[in-house]
């Protein structure tokens, strides 16, 4: 589904252009032959170089010494730290709630869970179990959780889905914890 970008950069042909997956089409195209704004549109593509570390991202939010900036810290005062706003793809400045987790049925014993976050990031997603609330367990991959889709959303964010198996558990919760990354991918729904 075609999403909508605010505007581009200086405020250049930035009404209403669309993104598809990472490909932004943008209405007119500027001038042509010098004889006024042209009716047809171009797209452009933005390539994702490496992964985006936090380090990187937060110097385009704060400046060097603002005493709220470390990935711990909650600058905006939502109830999300630095981090997580970092890698759920967020303003660390404006107070939004991100889009909650869904968890979904479709069949006796096959559930599914949706979120969104930041595509292109330098975050180990780790995806935690537990049957009591109380004790939580890092769940294996093949064994607790497999990855079923991951879809492209424009502007820098993705939707991840994901089959949990309860493996005959009376009852399981589970959690998602953004963090910095491990050197293992153990553990890791990417």
Do not use: C
């Amino acid at each position: 589904m075609p999403r909508r970008v605010p505007d581009l950069p200086e405020g250049r042909h930035g009404m209403g252009a669309v993104t598809l997956g990472n490909v932004i089409h943008v209405p007119g195209g500027g001038f042509q032959n010098g004889l006024g704004p042209s009716a047809r549109a171009f797209a452009f593509t933005v390539p994702q170089v490496g992964l985006l570390s936090f380090e990187r991202w937060s110097r385009g939010f704060f400046s060097a010494g603002d005493s709220e900036s470390g990935p711990d810290d909650d600058f905006d005062g939502d109830g999300l730290s630095n981090f997580e706003e970092f890698a759920l793809n967020l303003d660390p400045g404006v107070v939004a709630p991100p889009r909650q987790p869904q968890l979904r049925r479709k069949e006796t014993n096959q559930f599914f869970l949706e979120y969104e976050r930041g595509r292109g990031r330098a975050v180990q997603w780790d995806l935690l179990i537990s049957t009591d609330l109380t004790q939580w367990n890092l769940a294996e991959p093949g064994v607790d959780w497999t990855e079923s889709a991951i879809t492209d959303l424009g502007l820098g964010t993705e939707r991840i889905a994901v089959e949990i198996f309860p493996r005959g558990r009376d009852r399981l919760f589970v959690r998602l914890s953004p963090g910095l990354p491990k050197s293992s991918g153990y553990g890791r729904p990417e």
